[in-house]
Each structure stands twice: as structure tokens, then as C-alpha cells.
């Protein structure tokens, strides 16, 4: 091996010592002739669109005049609050989905239409809850108990 400046070479390899703050203390240079990867394109995730309010999109606003709203509601039972919270949490850490999300607020909101129909603003399109499947499924339920 025999050195040449900064760089050190054996035969068909050199390393060169780079002196920069930070990076890496050597880069591999090779003399073989490197094939090119393909070239793929990423193709865009569909992300669920958030529904607007009044035509406008959802702020962050929005969101936390909800929440406001849920904590205000069970305010004596706070718990109820709580469990919203975790809902929310699992489904931003995607431990959930949109599906389990929806069946979950639908269980814990169960009687609260108007909650329900708040929840609806921030669902994505085709995921609405319509409070005649929540009557549906509630009647259904009963029923299976009696």
C-alpha cells in the first residue's frame, strides 16, 4: 500500500481520508465501473382528506374546540374524556385504523348524538357515522341481550 496525498490505494481501491466535522472518517472509492440502480418513481400514499367546515379546511382550531366540547360534556365523568384521548393517540401512532377509530368513538359516544355527529367532521369522506346505523346497531344489541 503506498500513500499519495490524502489518499491511500491498493491497487484497484483507494480511500480517501476526509477531514470534515461530522462525516464519515473515510470514503471507499472504487475503480470498478458501478451499475446504476432502477429508477423507480414513489408513488403518492392516498391520504384521507379531512372534511371542511363551512368550505374551509380543518384547522387546528377545529380540532381542539372538539375536544373542548367532549371534555365539557363528561365533565363529570371524566374517564369517558380519558379513553377519547387514547382512542385519539392509538390512531396517530397508527396502532389503529380509520375503521377501529370510528367503531370505537361510536361504542364510547353511544347516546351522545351530538357527539357523534361533531365526530363526523373529522372522519374521512365515506366514513361517516349516521346515527341511524348507531340506533340500528344499539336495537340490535339489546335485542341479542334479551
Sequence with gaps: MKRKGDELSNGDN??????????PSAQRYSTFPQQSAPVVQAQPVAQPQASLVGGQPLTTTDAL???????DHFKTNKA???????????FKAR??????????VKELFKGHDNLILGF?????KGYEIKLEDVR?????????EA
Design 14 to 23: 483507494a480511500v480517501k481520508r476526509s477531514s470534515g466535522v461530522g462525516g
Design 65 to 71: 374546540s372538539y375536544l373542548r366540547e367532549v371534555k
Design 80 to 90: 369517558v374524556y380519558d379513553v377519547f384521548l387514547d382512542i385519539m393517540k392509538e
Design 95 to 104: 396502532r389503529i385504523d380509520t375503521a377501529d377509530v370510528i367503531r370505537r
Design 120 to 124: 363526523n367532521t373529522f372522519v374521512p
Design 136 to 144: 340500528a346497531e344499539a336495537a340490535a344489541a339489546a335485542k341479542a
